[in-house]
């Protein structure tokens, strides 16, 4: 009785102590994510001159004038937006439904060298952009696709589909094949028993998937500075071009990084449930 007392104690002192640690990195995380956003935040509603004060103050008078340079003034960030808009959507459009088919079928492949192809998919997904960009802009340019939506669109997906694969391969097999068999028995075909019982099963997966290639290829900058043009500038490359040889515009590019950042976390909260479900399920089989 006495054994079992004082062992239970130490155990007690180290599920505490490790309570306050993870308490205190989650703080320390916090701290580290929030302070800088809430500060570009206010810093976009200052002037110029309150940005660029050597005392930072708290309280200030909030202004749009940066928001209204941007948007109505000579930068003009709508083309911008709208062409992140539509490359970042569609590749992430793209990725998730290609990754979902080809994600299944090598969930429900067996084959001796399947483990080898599932590395070999998602190794080029380690590859650096640096590694492959030319080779890209090169064969873009032979097929006519710089400076073009498309182009961007494909060279998203060139990184973001493995990604997908490899992700919603974790949670297809997951599911039991005898889903599609009692399915195909009950009348459906393998095209319907895949569509009505198997992806709704893994809608946490599939949102998971769109939410974090939309945001890889909404923050991408590499392959925007060199396969974009005057006509398909994304927002990264707008808010590069406030960098300039006679000045940084803080007041404008602490702006557009609210512009830049805003979208993104307001669909990550939209679509939190299914973000934590996605990933606590494909931490939970060691992916």
């Not at 569609?90 to 483990?115: E, M, P, Q």
């Not at 009692?182 to 019982?197: D, E, K, L, N, Y």
């Not at 960098?243 to 939190?272: F, N």
């Amino acid at each position: 009785m006495t054994a079992s007392t004082t062992g239970a104690a130490p155990l007690e002192r180290g599920s505490r102590g490790s309570r306050v640690v993870v308490r205190v990195l989650v703080a320390t995380a916090l701290i580290w994510t929030v302070v800088p956003l809430g500060w570009m935040l206010l810093s976009s509603f200052k002037s110029t001159a309150e940005v660029t004060a050597a005392t930072p103050d708290v309280w200030f008078g909030p202004t749009l004038d940066n928001y209204r340079n941007l948007f109505g003034g000579g930068n003009n960030l709508w083309p911008h937006l709208r062409n992140s808009v539509v490359a970042a959507g569609c590749s992430a459009l793209l990725a998730t439904a290609l990754g979902a088919l080809a994600g299944y079928g090598l969930a429900r492949t067996k084959w001796r060298g399947k483990h080898h192809l599932s590395f070999w998919i998602i190794s080029t997904r380690m590859a650096p952009i640096a590694a492959v960009v030319l080779p890209i802009f090169l064969i873009f340019r032979v097929l006519g696709l710089i400076d073009t939506l498309p182009g961007l669109v494909l060279a998203y997906l060139s990184f973001n589909l493995p990604f997908a694969i490899w992700l919603l391969n974790a949670f297809f097999a997951q599911l039991p094949p005898a889903l599609e068999e009692s399915a195909q028995v009950a009348g459906c075909t393998p095209w319907q028993a895949f569509r009505h019982v198997i992806l709704p099963l893994t809608r946490p997966g599939l949102v998971t998937t769109f939410v974090l290639c939309l945001v890889f290829s909404w923050n991408d900058y590499a392959f925007a500075l060199v396969l974009s043009g005057p006509r398909t500038q994304t927002l990264p490359i707008a808010a590069s071009q406030l960098v300039t040889q006679t000045g940084i515009d803080w007041g404008q590019l602490t702006a557009i990084g609210t512009v830049v950042v805003v979208p993104m976390m307001l669909v990550g909260l939209a679509v939190r449930r299914w973000l934590v479900t996605g990933l606590t399920m494909g931490a939970v089989t060691g992916e």
